[in-house]
């Protein structure tokens, strides 16, 4: 594969800087694991002290190497890291790995020992990673660049010592320790790992780089990663659309998810957490697997070697319990996954063979007539395999009753390609044979539920990112040269306007008399509010009078708002007032857009008006979105029976709301960054046939 990255990660010759004739050091280690695991390249320590390290001949500088090697690791102290990767350069090596610790993450004189490491890596174009970083394996090669004790601790691969590459899984962190941590978890369970990766302070090659590298090797199918922080937005969102094409799972830990995680993250690497709600529901929009804890994700990590079954949320689950029927769904539908009730043909066939007082409805209580009837488990199986009602199949049976299900179970997988999976919290002698035939088994119950729901999951999800990835492919960027600084809600609004968000009908009025007249035009009763671009909260302001019901209400409003908005802020730009009719929805909505630092444009819909702070009701998603889109925003949300008629109210005219909301991502996107925020609040979405309205609206220019 030709990747800027190859010559780090898929190295054919390996020059160590720094090199220890001692294992347990930093610079010995890589050494000791490249002769133990009989790496195939050619390997140059580099130390003056010594003539051979661990049997390779040793030389005295890096311009004393044969020949130009692939990859240089520096395990020399961080002052003199810079130095040496310009003669590195000189001599033609193609790529490094900086050890030392003492950079950005120290601040002082790291953060100029960085800057400069910067500028020869981006003058050079060598391609630099770390520095403050563990190194690397290819254990597919083994290339082995990490000073780390795991790999002699684990189960070893086919790879290690065997006949061709075998590791399927990557592993990316941006912490060393959390690196050898999972890797450990993925070695217990059997999953093979082909690429070990801690990317360290990232000052040349960062997170994302690393992605896009495993998303196109042909050799990787699924990637596990720890991040702290992603310092370019862009890159991720297209490495995990690669991700999403390739239908390799993206199983991402993300640290920071509280303050004092946060303030963790930034210690450790100086990095910056990020909006925590904006990563979740980009994780999701991107179906990302977004691991909980580590053995988790290495569950999951072996789950995706099944994921040549079809699958996805909708769950059927067979067991000889009934409790443990109803735990099962219980813990299923908490973590978000559908258990439908089965149509009545599929329970009628079922009914066959089970006796009345088992559930044929969904959960399947077989009951203990599996027993005296084990042909019957055929037919149980055959039908859940083609029926159009469920997604994915979870049987759980304790040691010997598993085992009696499990040759029919292997026959009805052989010619169907649903997913079925299995539970057994006893011995059965089956396991390995069942998931020989693809059937993955679990031990635990609870294990079992938190690696099976996200998966599905992500199964689920495959259709609606390649949906995106082609929305986003057709986004034309920026295409409306319009001065933006300095607009009002009415400018505001009509610009909205002409990208099809509708706004309230309403009039400016620059005094009491324009006002009155105003009023008159629109018809009693009216709101007034103060119009001025500078000042975006006009209740805190005083600058909002509702249900004015004559001309001497209107007067009277009109100056107590021009009274009450200088107070508030003398300095602002006072247009007057804005004069709407007093009206009513059926329930009102926010739409806003925002630039997140690290993932561009994103729009936030939730329950509107001034209590959107308080109850947090949102959703978010990255721009561009489409009706369908909005569509599955505004079902997310728990206030989403407001709309629906909810305890026989009016329904609300949903499809409006849907199409204004789209709209303002159009706005957004022809607009471009020079609209910093644009926001509606509230969107007033009226009875069903009757529209939507932007009663208030605000756009903040770059």
């Known amino acids: 594969m030709h990747h800027r990255l190859t010559p780090l990660l898929q190295p054919r010759s390996i020059a160590m800087i720094g090199a220890s004739n001692n294992p347990a050091r930093i610079g010995g280690m890589p050494l000791d694991l490249l002769k133990t695991f009989n790496f195939e390249g050619q390997v140059y320590p580099v130390n003056p002290k010594y003539e051979e390290v661990f049997g390779y001949r040793c030389y005295a500088d890096i311009e004393s190497v044969p020949e130009a090697p692939d990859l240089a690791v520096l395990a020399i102290g961080a002052a003199d890291v810079t130095?040496?990767?310009?003669?590195?350069?000189?001599?033609?090596?193609?790529?490094?790995?900086?050890?030392?610790?003492?950079?950005?993450?120290?601040?002082?004189?790291?953060?100029?020992?960085?800057?400069?490491?910067?500028?020869?890596?981006?003058?050079?174009?060598?391609?630099?990673?770390?520095?403050?970083?563990?190194?690397?394996?290819n254990l597919n090669t083994n290339a082995f660049t990490a000073f780390a004790t795991v790999?002699?601790?684990?189960?070893?691969?086919?790879?290690?010592?065997?006949?061709?590459?075998?590791?399927?899984?990557?592993?990316?962190?941006?912490?060393?320790?959390?690196?050898?941590?999972?890797?450990?978890?993925?070695?217990?369970?059997?999953?093979?790992?082909?690429?070990?990766?801690?990317t360290g302070n990232e000052a040349c090659v960062e997170f994302s780089e690393y992605l896009d590298y495993l998303a196109q090797d042909e050799q990787t199918d699924c990637v596990v990663g720890y991040v702290e922080q992603l310092r370019n937005g862009q890159r991720f969102i297209d490495a995990a659309l690669a991700f999403a094409e390739a239908n390799k799972p993206l199983i991402l830990y993300k640290a920071g998810q509280t303050e004092k995680g946060s303030e963790a993250v930034r210690s450790h690497t100086s990095a910056l957490a990020g909006n925590m709600a904006v990563y979740e529901a980009a994780f999701q929009q991107l179906n990302i697997i977004q691991g909980q804890d580590f053995?988790?994700?290495?569950?999951?990590?072996?789950?995706?070697?099944?994921?040549?079954?079809?699958?996805?949320?909708?769950?059927?689950?067979?067991?000889?319990?009934?409790?443990?029927?109803?735990?099962?769904?219980?813990?299923?539908?908490?973590?978000?996954?559908?258990?439908?009730?089965?149509?009545?043909?599929?329970?009628?066939?079922?009914?066959?063979?089970?006796?009345?007082?088992?559930?044929?409805s969904n959960p399947i209580d077989v009951t203990g007539n599996i027993v005296n009837n084990p042909d019957f488990v055929r037919s149980v199986f055959g039908v859940l395999a083609k029926t159009d009602a469920i997604d994915t199949v979870v049987i759980y049976a304790n040691g010997s009753l598993l085992d009696r299900m499990a040759e029919p179970l292997m026959e009805i997988c052989k010619e169907n390609q649903r997913l079925f999976v299995a539970i057994d919290t006893g011995k059965a002698k089956c396991r390995e044979?069942?998931?020989?035939?693809?059937?993955?088994?679990?031990?635990?119950?609870?294990?079992?539920?938190?690696?099976?729901?996200?998966?599905?999951?992500?199964?689920?999800?495959?259709?609606?990112?390649?949906?995106?990835?082609?929305?986003?492919?057709?986004?034309?960027?920026?295409?409306?040269?319009?001065?933006?600084?300095?607009?009002?809600?009415?400018?505001?609004?009509?610009?909205?306007?002409?990208?099809?968000?509708?706004?309230?009908?309403?009039?400016?009025?620059?005094?009491?008399?324009?006002?009155?007249?105003?009023?008159?035009?629109?018809?009693?009763?009216?709101?007034?509010?103060?119009?001025?671009?500078?000042?975006?909260?006009?209740?805190?302001?005083?600058?909002?009078?509702?249900n004015l019901q004559d001309e001497a209400q209107v007067r009277a409003a009109f100056q107590a708002i021009m009274e009450s908005a200088r107070s508030y802020a003398p300095d602002a730009r006072i247009h007057g007032v804005l004069v709407q009719p007093m009206s009513k929805g059926v329930a009102e909505l926010i739409a806003g857009i925002t630039h997140d630092p690290v993932f561009g444009a994103t729009i936030t819909v939730g329950l509107g008006g001034v209590l959107t702070e308080l109850y947090r009701d949102v959703s978010h998603r990255i721009l561009p979105v489409d009706e369908s889109m909005v569509s599955d925003m505004l079902h997310s949300l728990k206030a989403y029976p407001l709309l629906d008629g909810y305890r026989g109210k009016a329904k609300a005219d949903v499809g409006a709301a849907i199409a204004a909301i789209a709209a303002l991502s159009r706005a957004s996107q022809a607009l471009g960054a020079a609209a910093q925020e644009i926001e509606i609040n509230p969107l007033q979405v009226r009875e069903a046939g009757s529209g939507a309205v932007a009663i208030d609206a605000l756009l903040l220019a770059r």
């Open 151 to 198: 790999f002699k601790n684990v189960p070893p691969q086919g790879a290690i010592g065997g006949s061709g590459p075998s590791g399927r899984s990557g592993l990316v962190t941006q912490s060393g320790n959390v690196c050898s941590t999972v890797f450990a978890l993925m070695r217990q369970l059997g999953v093979e790992v082909g690429h070990f990766i801690n």
């Open 83 to 137: 130095a040496m990767l310009r003669r590195c350069h000189a001599r033609g090596v193609k790529a490094a790995i900086v050890y030392a610790a003492g950079f950005a993450e120290m601040g002082g004189e790291g953060v100029g020992l960085q800057e400069e490491l910067e500028r020869f890596a981006q003058e050079s174009g060598m391609v630099v990673a770390g520095p403050n970083c563990m190194g690397f394996a």
């Open 433 to 546: 044979q069942l998931a020989n035939a693809g059937i993955p088994v679990f031990t635990d119950i609870g294990r079992a539920t938190q690696a099976l729901a996200p998966y599905c999951q992500w199964l689920a999800r495959r259709e609606s990112v390649r949906h995106w990835a082609e929305l986003r492919r057709q986004a034309t960027g920026a295409n409306v040269e319009r001065q933006l600084a300095g607009l009002d809600e009415y400018q505001t609004k009509l610009l909205l306007a002409e990208f099809g968000v509708p706004p309230v009908p309403e009039m400016p009025a620059a005094n009491a008399d324009a006002a009155v007249e105003a009023a008159g035009r629109i018809g009693y009763p009216v709101v007034l509010k103060v119009l001025s671009a500078d000042i975006a909260h006009k209740t805190e302001a005083g600058g909002v009078r509702l």
């Open 295 to 360: 053995t988790q994700m290495a569950d999951i990590a072996w789950l995706s070697g099944f994921r040549h079954r079809t699958g996805g949320s909708r769950v059927a689950i067979v067991t000889l319990s009934g409790a443990l029927g109803a735990i099962l769904a219980d813990k299923f539908i908490g973590a978000g996954l559908d258990v439908p009730t089965l149509p009545d043909n599929v329970q009628q066939a079922l009914r066959e063979g089970i006796p009345d007082y088992g559930m044929v």
